[in-house]
């Protein structure tokens, strides 16, 4: 990790502790009113997300609580809700002070200069809590010391403390097994239902692909080979008709096997199983029409259903990335981790995709979680974009 990415880290973690201490007080004054369910519902998702964007962890969004007077009370998750508050009282305001002390001595050591001491005599600094700076030989060597010694205690706890104050907050507010049990077979129905009405739709648009096209151009080549037969009996000697309808048929036979093609690698792309999953996912990237990197691993046997959704929706990504995204650049990294398979695509561009804008990356999710995948897209304003797409992949 570079220093600058480690620094990075260590504003966002103070930034995120000083908002605990913030927060922490505001809990213990409105403490009265965070005490009603749907109040405690928002004040706790609100926590929720905020240490699960610290920890870099999605999580699947809880809906405020709509019900009502007893029936908010006895909400499985109400009792969470009332133990963060008295939780984020103490939690917040211990470690956000630690945060704020370290801040505010840097702060302190910063401006504690010659000019200070020896302009204003009367109210002297002190450093390293009671050493107060008389000289310039004090002035000089203390208090770089001091911002030296607290730059390097902030470099090394912001980062932990500020991550055990989030996991200890996703620890309380995590949903139940029973609950957790429950939102994911309400997914899974969800999906399900979802992959049976894009299924229907992919069947009707192969049936009509192939009555549309390919049955209307083998029923005319029918048609001209049964006019030629005919034409062979009648008058075996006109080369030229017989000839011309031969080609005519020859040339249909041609098309028709094309468009068959077509509709076969909409079901399964024949380069799955002539390439694999690494040469299919190599010829993507390659075609892509912005330049892209690919770095997979060995990825050992996946089965077909994986390797197909993997292949369709880094295609999508990359066709998405080609069209809308204006980048100069993207990356396709393919790993594997024991039973879970993980596809990241990044590009540079201008970030700002959105499910809702339909730009693909609906039907992206939609095949991933008829796999029990998840999807997690990070595309802010002005890029970058990275969409993040992890499926088991056991046998």
């Known amino acids: 990790m570079t220093s600058a990415r480690r620094w990075a880290q260590v504003w966002r973690a103070g930034v995120y502790l000083l908002g605990s201490l913030a927060t922490g007080i505001a809990t213990l004054l409105a403490l009265p009113l965070l005490w009603h369910p749907r109040l405690a519902r928002r004040w706790a998702n609100w926590h929720r997300d905020r240490a699960g964007r610290l920890l870099g962890t999605p999580l699947t969004s809880r809906p405020p609580l709509r019900a009502r007077g007893r029936q908010a009370w006895t909400d499985p998750a109400t009792p969470r809700d009332l133990l963060w508050l008295p939780v984020n009282v103490t939690t917040g305001v211990a470690l956000g002070l630690f945060a704020l002390l370290c801040v505010g001595n840097l702060l302190t050591a910063a401006v504690a200069t010659p000019l200070w001491w020896a302009f204003a005599p009367e109210s002297r600094p002190r450093l390293f809590v009671d050493i107060p700076v008389t000289d310039w030989a004090a002035a000089l060597t203390l208090g770089p010391l001091q911002i030296l010694l607290l730059a390097a205690l902030a470099y090394l706890a912001f980062v932990p403390i500020a991550r055990v104050h989030a996991r200890l907050c996703l620890v309380v507010l995590s949903h139940s097994a029973a609950e957790q049990l ?125 390797e197909s959704v993997v292949y369709f929706a880094v295609a999508e990504a990359l066709t998405n990335v080609a069209k809308h ?7 396709v990294r393919v790993r594997r981790t024991a039973d879970l398979l993980s596809v990241v695509v ?13 730009t693909g990356l609906a039907g992206i999710r939609r095949r991933v979680l008829a796999l029990d995948g998840t999807v997690d897209v990070d595309s802010p304003a002005g890029g970058p974009t990275t969409i993040t797409m992890e499926l088991p992949c056991g046998s």
């Open 182 to 306: 429950a939102d994911r077979v309400a997914v899974l129905t969800r999906t399900r239902a979802d992959v049976l009405d894009a299924h229907g739709a992919e069947l009707r648009r192969i049936e009509r692909d192939l009555h549309d096209g390919t049955q209307a151009r083998l029923v005319a080549i029918a048609m001209r080979l049964a006019v030629a037969r005919r034409a062979l009996s009648d008058n075996p000697r006109d080369e030229q008709f017989l000839e011309g309808l031969l080609r005519d048929a020859h040339e249909g036979t041609e098309e028709a096997m094309t468009e068959l093609r077509d509709v076969i690698r909409t079901v399964y792309p024949p380069i799955l199983a002539d390439r694999g999953l690494t040469g299919a996912l190599t010829a993507v990237t390659a075609r892509c029409g912005v330049p892209t990197r690919l770095d997979i691993d060995n990825l050992e046997t996946v089965p077909a259903a994986v």
């Open 325 to 331: 995204s204006r980048a100069t650049t993207a990356g």
């Open 346 to 358: 990044t590009d540079n561009g201008a970030g700002g995709a959105d499910d809702q804008l339909g």
